[in-house]
Each structure stands twice: as structure tokens, then as C-alpha cells.
């Protein structure tokens, strides 16, 4: 497992951009799969985004064309571009990583998780 810390939340209007950062405690290079996760009040924790190591990406359909998630391993953080940011995107952001593509039970699966950061989008 690796350490994973997000920032870059925070309040922003709707129709604004955010970009979300995720910076691991080593080397992300050996991590094949990461992806961002949200999750709204209320509501089950979706994927958002995930990205492999071969830079291969998924989008979840809400957010296709307006987010964009990416890689850097030299610098050991993942990124999550938002643009053209709704109400409907305000939840709580977590990105997670694991060292193996898993699927468990029709579903990714990841060994490492952030602590999360808070986006709002106000109408």
C-alpha cells in the first residue's frame, strides 16, 4: 500500500475548473492502476475516473468530455482536471491506487486510499 494525500478542493461557481492533485508517499510508477472517487451526501461512492500505468483512461459518463485525470511519476502525483464544473458535482473527492488492475465482484478495486478533499459547486 502506498500513502495518498488529495488537495486542491474547495468552493467554486458553477461553469469554474478545479484541479485536483493526489501525491503519493513513493514512487507511483510501480501503481497500475489510480483513480478518483467521489462521494455526495446521501449518496453511494461512484468512480469517477482511473487511469493505468499505460496510460489507459476511464471516464465515468457524467463527467466525460469535461474531466481529465492523468499521471505524472516523476513527480508521484495524479491529477483530475475539472472543467465546467455543475452543482451536481459537489461531493467529497478520493483518489485511490494499487499496484494491480483488480476486479472484485464486476467492480475496480484499490488497496490505497486518500483521506478525501471537499468540492462544492454552487448554481
Known amino acids: 500500500q502506498v500513502h495518498l494525500v488529495e488537495s486542491g478542493g474547495g468552493l467554486v461557481q458553477a461553469g469554474g475548473s478545479l484541479r485536483l492533485s493526489c501525491a503519493a508517499s513513493g514512487s507511483i510508477f510501480s501503481l497500475n492502476a489510480m483513480g478518483w472517487y467521489r462521494q455526495a451526501p446521501g449518496q453511494q461512492r461512484e468512480l469517477v475516473a482511473a487511469i493505468t500505468s499505460d496510460g489507459d483512461t476511464h471516464y465515468a459518463d457524467s463527467v466525460k468530455g469535461r474531466f481529465t485525470i492523468s499521471r505524472d511519476n516523476a513527480k508521484n502525483t495524479m491529477y483530475l482536471q475539472m472543467n465546467s464544473l455543475k452543482p451536481e458535482d459537489t461531493a467529497v473527492y478520493y483518489c485511490?491506487?494499487?499496484?494491480?488492475?483488480?476486479?472484485?465482484?464486476?467492480?475496480?478495486?484499490?488497496?490505497?486510499w486518500g483521506q478525501g478533499t471537499q468540492v462544492t459547486v454552487s448554481s
Open positions: 485511490a491506487a494499487d499496484e494491480l488492475i483488480r476486479i472484485v465482484d464486476g467492480k475496480p478495486y484499490f488497496d490505497s
